[in-house]
């Protein structure tokens, strides 16, 4: 069994490459641990929005060429120049994003879904999410404006049915275990496949397997302890086995490896994720509201900017809570702006017609400090500054130990509703080292001949931090290069 390109994953940055390659060569093979079903890895739980540089709404029709005019009449796209993208990875990463990488994932982002869409890949823009409607008219706020159709399972289903047509082989519920090289290079995977170890030659190899989020011992090794108290977001066959295999090989590692996504999360959520919840377990709306912990005090600033630059960085300050959750709260003035996913039925929610007796059903928090801690939040909103949620209104609270920079409302409309989260990981972001045409490098550093990697697995990339929908566009950018590379040879 001689292959040209073996793709290890079949989530978005594996089937990106192996799209890629198949532009060139014949033989191309995926490799995808999981069942068909379950299969797709983290893409598939997603949303589907992914981030792209546009400077108008011309560039984005080369995305979503079916926007119709009466659509684009009624919203303003605004743009998001690659100077703001730039600037986006620049400030919540802390300036420590590798430049080179950074660079090309912002400069290829508009024209890699526009690949995507020409290999048949459909997108819309995200009103649903990103944008506000003001008197009649949608505004997108964030930056994040492209979303594929029917979210991360249209994406997965659209890209493997592409694949396929394309002549690419996948095999399901086929682990890769090892990397075959010798001192000249890559030769191949051992993959362990229905149960039977078997070997696998290829002249190349696209490591595209995930981060290792889904495995307790590594959270703890690398994230610190605690960890492994998280729920984990998505897919639980994410469990560092790329990354293992790359460093085996001889690969750098690179990035943040004690850093990672993470979010707030419903707290009686399942370990793992389940599809037929999707990512509607996570709760984004605080910037609405307030955040009390167990002790029944505040400890962030839930409205520090927009919900995209920070709801990644949150769920570690959930985790560091004692019992390791929060009650966000809201009035009735905000409820209709709370997102659809306070709708669902799986959540621990309670609901009071005064504050106390909101805080009289939260169990496990200390009510009376909570009542305290609500009415001095209330005392101290600065009622005078109006509410815009279209931009960083400057609402906040003065002379509280923790200001709401942002968006601050009083709470005094009943009904009061909280809802209990804790933290939810979704994806680790230390990994492999790699240079910009996707070649993964080795600790010597030069590139590993004939290895290549895309995706959650890469280091170097984010850090502390991420804007929201980049993981998505991160894996098709370098997904596409490393394919197209590891063909060409
Ligand atoms: C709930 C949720 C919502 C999200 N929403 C968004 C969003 O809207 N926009 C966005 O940009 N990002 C979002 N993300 C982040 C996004 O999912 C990831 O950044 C992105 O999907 C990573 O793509 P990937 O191809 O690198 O990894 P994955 O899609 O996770 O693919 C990894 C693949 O490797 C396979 N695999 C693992 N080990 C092996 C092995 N040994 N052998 C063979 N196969 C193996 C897995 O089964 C899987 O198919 C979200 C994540 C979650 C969990």
Known sequence: MDYDVIVVGAGNAALCAALAAAETKK???VLERAPEADSGGNSRYTAGLMRVAYSGVEDLKRAIPDLSAEEIARTDFGTYTEAQFFDDMGRVTEYRCDPDLTEVLVKNSLSTVEWMRQKGVRFTAAWGRQAFNIGGRFKFWGGLTVEAVGGGPGLVESLTSIARKSGIEVWYQARALDLLFDDDGIKGVRVKRNG??????????????????????????????????????????NTGDGIRMGLAAGAAASGNWSGCHAVAWERNAPEFGDLTVGDQFQKHSYPWGIYINAEGKRFVDEGADFRNYTYA?????????????????????????????????????????????????????????ALEEIRQ???????DIPFNPNVKDGRGTRNLKINKSNWANTLDTPPYEAYAVTCGITFSFGGLKINADAQVMSSDGAPIPGLYAAGELVGGIFWFNYPGGTGLTNGSVFGRIAGRNAARG
């Open 196 to 237: 039977k170890t078997i070997e696998v030659k290829s002249k190349a190899v696209v490591l595209a397997a995930g981060g290792f989020q889904a495995d307790p011992e590594q959270r703890t090794r690398y994230l610190g302890p605690g960890w492994e108290l998280a729920k984990v977001r998505g897919t639980r066959f």
């Open 27 to 29: 033989k191309i093979l």
């Open 377 to 383: 939040y209330n005392t101290a909103v600065q009622t």
């Open 313 to 369: 960085k949150y769920g570690r300050v959930i985790l560091q809570q004692p019992g390791q959750f929060a009650w966000q709260i809201f009035d009735a003035k905000v409820k209709a702006q709370l997102r659809d996913e306070y709708k669902i039925k799986q959540v621990t929610k309670r609901v009071g017609n005064t504050l106390e007796e909101l805080v009289s059903k939260l169990e496990d928090t200390n009510q009376a400090a």
